[in-house]
C-alpha cells in the first residue's frame, strides 16, 4: 500500500509468481477497495490448509529446506545468509543446484540464454543486500498468513504447471476450491519455470481490470 500511495494509485492489480503468489493474495484479501485484479502463478497455499498435504510431490531439498524453517530461525538463518552470500557472488551456482531436480521442461527452460540472463541478474540483485529478505518469506510461507484465502473477492487467475516440485499443483487446486469464482489454469507437461512463459498474457490480464 505504501508503494502505491508514493505512485499516486488509487487502484491497481497484482501478479505474483511462486513466493510471490502469497503476497499478491495477501493483497487482495487485505486491501480490497484497492485491487481490481490478482493472479498468482505456481504459487503456495497456506501451511496449514486443511486439506491439504502441503508436502506432497514437493521435491526433496524443499522438503529439507521448509523442514529446517519449521524447526525455527535458529536453525536455518546461517545457512541462509551463507547461501546466499555465495548466490549473489555466482549465481550459476543457484541455478546449477536446481538443475538435477528439475523436469526435463524446466531444465529446457533455464537453459535459454534470455531466460538463463534474467534468472541470473534477479537472483543477484535478490541478495544483493544479504539473506533478510528471503528468511522473512520463508517464515511467512510456513507461518500464520494474517487472512483467510476465501475472504478474496476480486477477479482471480491461478496458473499451474502440473508437473511443478517446486510448489506441487494441488497448492493452486487447493486455492481454487477456496477463492470464490477463482479460474485455474493447469498446464499438463509444464512445471515450475513454465509460469515464465505465461507471465506476460497474465500480466495483460490483469491489467485488463
Known amino acids: ?22 503476497h499478491a493474495l495477501a493483497c487482495a484479501a487485505l486491501l480490497p477497495e484497492r485491487v481490481a485484479r490478482v493472479a498468482a502463478l505456481v504459487s503456495l497455499a497456506p501451511r496449514h490448509a ?11 531439498s524443499n522438503v529439507r529446506e521448509y523442514t529446517d524453517v519449521e524447526r525455527g530461525e535458529e536453525h536455518f538463518a546461517d545457512t541462509f545468509r551463507f547461501r546466499s552470500g555465495l548466490i549473489r557472488d555466482d549465481p550459476h ?5 536446481l538443475v538435477p531436480e ?14 538463463r540472463r534474467m534468472l541470473l541478474a534477479t537472483y543477484q540483485e535478490a541478495f544483493r543486500h544479504g539473506a533478510d529478505g528471503w528468511i522473512d518469506d520463508v517464515l511467512a510461507f510456513t507461518g500464520p498468513w494474517g487472512f483467510e484465502v476465501s475472504s478474496i473477492r476480486v477477479p482471480t487467475r491461478l496458473w499451474h504447471g502440473a508437473d511443478d516440485q517446486f ?43
Open 50 to 60: 486443511e486439506g491439504l498435504d502441503w508436502y506432497g510431490g514437493m521435491t526433496a
Open 1 to 22: 500500500m505504501a508503494i502505491a500511495d508514493a505512485f499516486g494509485l488509487d487502484g491497481f492489480a497484482v501478479l505474483g509468481r511462486s513466493g510471490g503468489g502469497p
Open 102 to 115: 528439475l523436469p526435463p521442461t524446466d531444465r529446457a527452460l533455464v537453459s535459454d540464454a534470455g531466460i
Open 167 to 209: 510448489s506441487p499443483v494441488d497448492h493452486s487446486r487447493w486455492l481454487a476450491d477456496q477463492i470464490p469464482g477463482a479460474d485455474l489454469y493447469l498446464e499438463p507437461g509444464a512445471a515450475h519455470f513454465g509460469a515464465l512463459k505465461v507471465m506476460t498474457e497474465a500480466l495483460q490480464w490483469a491489467a485488463a481490470g
Open 93 to 97: 551456482a543457484l541455478i546449477n543446484d
